[in-house]
């Protein structure tokens, strides 16, 4: 029999004098447990170098590239914490280890670290998901409350998940407690019904986009500038002034007029001249009308017809379009014009007509102006 490599010696004797002369602690050598502490300083050393390098390679990769999933991938993984690895490290020292009974505790402590963590990696990528959304909306504000509401929900229900899976692994009966949760539910969401049309109304017009903030919209008989969106109600700053809170259940169930955009602006103008005016002159109302709109850069005229013979005047009708939506150029185009049919009538010597009545005195007839 050959004897034994003296290379071996120095590492027997040194395991061995840790064993020699000291009661084993909680069942097991001393040298037992320097491998374990060994093995998990290697193991987390490694494990951290390893995934250092994959996330700083995953980085460089989505830095380069317009896709943004990958950047949602790297965002979940910076979401690993350091006590992870380290249990993970302690566990996997832990199997030089005879623990007994204790085993089944380390194995109960890594499930729960790892459903932790699984619960921060899927947080973070719910986060980076919602936030590479808002991007890719160009940061639209109307998103935030549909975010922060999700944002809300998703992370409930994440450590809701998270919190079944640890007690099912403590050998709690889950089906159970989930039914019970279940008519829970059932119950909750009949007495905030309200509340819940609401919210599935804010996401109507965050996704749909009926309108918009800064949009004006005329919802029923009220006409205002939308200010907020948010999970319950729509406020409006009207155009006296106040701000008008609408629930968004309620709007949806309007027809809502969303002025801002018009692309083009009818404008329909009733003029009545007297009946005393020279038909020569009542023909060439159109023309003189038609000369003023056109002389505006932002109008388009439509036409203008002597549409009836009114109480106590000749109506015509004058159709025109304001090619700017603008609310402020629809005043001065509508004023330009009828300042310039004023000024035509007065030089043609055309009269707008008021208000009159004929009374009839013994068989006379006599024109009295009311």
């Known amino acids: 029999m050959h004897a034994p490599s003296s290379g071996m010696i120095p590492h027997i004797a040194f395991f061995t004098h840790l064993d020699e002369g000291s009661d084993p602690l909680f069942g097991n050598p001393l040298s037992h447990w320097f491998v374990a502490l060994v093995v998990a300083l290697i193991v987390m050393v490694i494990f951290q170098l390893i995934f ?3 996330l700083n390679r995953m980085a460089h990769i989505s830095a380069k590239t317009d896709n943004r999933f990958d950047d949602v991938i790297v965002d979940a993984m910076k979401a690993t914490h350091s006590w992870f690895w380290i249990i993970v490290a302690l566990f996997l020292g832990s199997q030089f280890l005879d623990l007994g009974k204790a085993t089944k505790t380390v194995q109960h402590l890594l499930a729960i670290t790892t459903f932790l963590q699984a619960g921060f990696w899927v947080v973070a990528l719910l986060e980076s998901g919602l936030n590479q959304w808002h991007d890719a909306r160009n940061k639209d504000k109307a998103l935030l409350s549909v975010m922060a509401l999700f944002r809300y929900v998703g992370q409930v229900l994440i450590w809701c998940i998270v919190a079944l899976l640890i007690l099912d692994n ?10 019970g949760l279940g008519v829970g539910g059932i119950a909750v969401a009949l007495a905030v019904q309200r509340l819940l049309s609401d ?3 804010s996401f109507s017009i965050v996704l749909d986009k009926p309108f918009e903030i800064g949009d004006t919209i005329d919802v029923g008989s009220m006409i205002g500038t939308v200010e907020f969106i948010g999970l319950k109600t729509t406020r409006v700053r009207a155009a006296s002034g106040e701000q008008l809170i609408i629930s968004n ?6 027809r809502i007029r969303n002025l801002k955009r018009m692309q083009e602006r009818r404008n329909v103008l009733n003029i009545g001249i007297t009946y005393e005016t020279d038909p020569q002159l009542v023909a060439q109302v159109p023309t003189w009308v038609r000369e003023v709109i056109e002389t505006q850069p932002s109008l388009r005229f439509d036409r203008t017809h002597l549409q009836k013979f009114g109480d106590s005047a000749l109506i015509f009708e004058v159709i025109y379009w304001v090619t700017n939506p603008d609310m402020n150029v629809h005043m001065d185009t509508q004023q330009a014009v009828l300042l310039g049919i004023l000024s035509k009538f007065n030089a043609e010597g055309v009269e707008f007509a008021y208000p009159t009545q004929v009374n009839l005195l013994r068989g006379n007839a ?3 102006k009311a």
């Open 249 to 254: 259940s309620d709007i949806l169930n309007s």
């Open 170 to 179: 403590f050998g709690v009966k889950v089906a159970s407690l989930l039914a």
């Open 199 to 201: 919210l599935l109304a």
């Open 366 to 368: 006599k024109d009295v």
């Open 52 to 54: 250092r390098l994959i």
